[in-house]
């Protein structure tokens, strides 16, 4: 909220928030295409929101004038936990330190507590002025903490690839070995006669 759209979903409605192609909806449009790109540089985005989870997903699938997908976000905290924990639970799952966050809300209250509680994590000053968020997302966020001289085949698939691991972690902590193995009915027969012909 105000953050990628203009408004506030729970309360404007998929309809009412301001993303378009001109106007203010159109400033919020072009944040997310710079976001597009940075994603596609290798950077990760997750989502860490105080809202209705089937809200958001609502508004990622359903939106026209939606640019990020759903899928470009490798966490989605979409709950009304406090930013703190969500963040540091960001961080366990990707399995990165706290040092390698940014983040961006337009909220000084959530911003501060974050800072307070979470020091590490790089929390650029919001821009008062929504209409000097792009060039502030790009003067003082993609210049300053995350410099590209070049973009490997591997930037490129760097969501994908934590979108996997993350998958693979959840799975091995679910699977018990044991029921896995007795799961595949594997049978043995020891032939131990045929084995002594043979050596003979």
């Not at 000053?125 to 300053?144: A, C, G, H, R, S």
């Amino acid at each position: 909220d105000n953050t990628l759209w203009g408004g506030i979903l729970g309360e404007d409605g998929l309809a009412g928030i301001s993303l378009s192609e001109d106007g203010i909806g159109k400033v919020y449009r072009d944040f997310q295409k710079s976001l597009k790109k940075a994603k596609d540089l290798g950077i990760i985005l997750c989502i860490c929101s105080k809202n209705n989870f089937i809200d958001v997903k609502d508004c990622f699938d359903k939106h026209p004038m939606i640019i990020l997908k759903w899928s470009d976000f490798v966490i989605k905290k979409v709950n009304w936990n406090d930013k703190v924990s969500n963040i540091s639970e960001i961080a366990q799952e990707l399995n990165l330190g706290i040092d390698s966050l940014v983040f961006i809300d337009d909220n000084s209250v959530e911003r501060q507590l974050v800072k307070e509680n979470l020091p590490n994590v790089v929390v650029p000053l919001f821009p008062k002025d929504p209409t000097n968020l792009n060039k502030w997302f790009l003067t003082e966020v993609m210049y300053k903490h995350f410099p590209k001289n070049a973009i490997s085949s591997e930037d490129k698939v760097k969501t994908r690839q934590y979108i996997q691991n993350i998958k693979r972690t959840k799975l091995s902590k679910k699977l018990n070995l044991d029921a896995f193995l007795r799961s595949l009915e594997i049978k043995l027969k020891f032939l131990i006669r045929q084995v002594q012909k043979m050596l003979n």
